[in-house]
């Protein structure tokens, strides 16, 4: 079983859906949490950064933690074409010595259709 | 503020040949971290560094991989000698370190070898 599981996609919304997107973990010592947007040949770029349980709005896009069921969500609100990516969810268990190190999920492919 | 700085965007080579990736990070990052992205495998950690010292060098995959970080500015992934599937994209990542763990990434290094 791998420690970071996200559902590959793809995942097709038409313009203006709301988009939900979904990781599940094992490890129990993760405590940072993080979202990433990738486009077709470019590095990933950071959306959402989360620290232990809790919610996080930035515009149109809300991450949520639940640590009890150890899962994590992206939503995207009033979807547009230009959000049409891979989204990578990424977590660690701190920001020293080893613990920095990033785990990331596979990654899952949304399209918006317009 | 610039980001994070890779070159080449792309490299070409035939098997057997050397191949250097290079990367500068954000100015004042204390972390820099060497990725593999393939289809079949995703995001791989390769080996990261902090302060400029190697740390984890656990997911180089063999010992034609080779990394250095001679000062704070700099980073160079070397292969030798390259095979085919060494075919990949090579990210750079850098992050702040002390108390914020998010990953900044660079455009990436798409590597063929023929």
């Known amino acids: 079983q791998k420690e970071v599981e996200q559902d590959p996609g793809p995942l097709s919304v038409p313009e203006g859906a709301i988009v939900s997107l979904n990781c599940t973990y094992s490890n129990s010592a993760f405590q940072y949490f993080m979202w990433y947007r990738q486009y077709s040949r470019k590095g990933p770029e950071l959306l959402m950064y989360t620290y232990s349980s809790g919610n996080k709005e930035d515009g149109r896009f809300t991450a949520q933690v639940d640590k009890s069921s150890k899962y994590i969500s992206l939503f995207i609100r009033d979807s547009q074409p230009s959000d049409s990516a891979t989204y990578l969810c990424a977590m660690s268990e701190g920001y020293g010595g080893a613990t920095n190190k990033l785990i990331f999920g596979t990654g899952t492919l949304l399209a918006v259709q317009p | 503020d610039a980001g994070v700085i890779q070159s080449p965007r792309h490299e070409v080579t035939e098997m057997g040949q050397e191949v250097t990736l290079r990367c500068k990070p954000i100015?004042?990052?204390?972390?820099l971290f060497w990725y593999r992205q393939t289809m079949m495998r995703g995001l791989e950690l390769l080996i990261y560094?902090?302060?400029?010292?190697?740390?984890?060098d656990s997911g180089m995959p063999e010992d034609r991989f080779s990394a250095k970080m001679p000062n704070a500015s700099f980073s160079t992934l070397k292969i030798q000698p390259s095979e085919p599937r060494d075919s990949a994209v090579y990210f750079c990542?850098?992050?702040?370190?002390?108390?914020?763990?998010?990953?900044?990434f660079g455009p990436g290094t798409r590597l063929t070898v023929t």
């Open positions: 560094f902090n302060n400029n010292v190697p740390i984890d």
């Open positions: 100015s004042g990052h204390d972390y």
């Open positions: 990542a850098s992050s702040p370190g002390r108390d914020r763990g998010e990953q900044y």
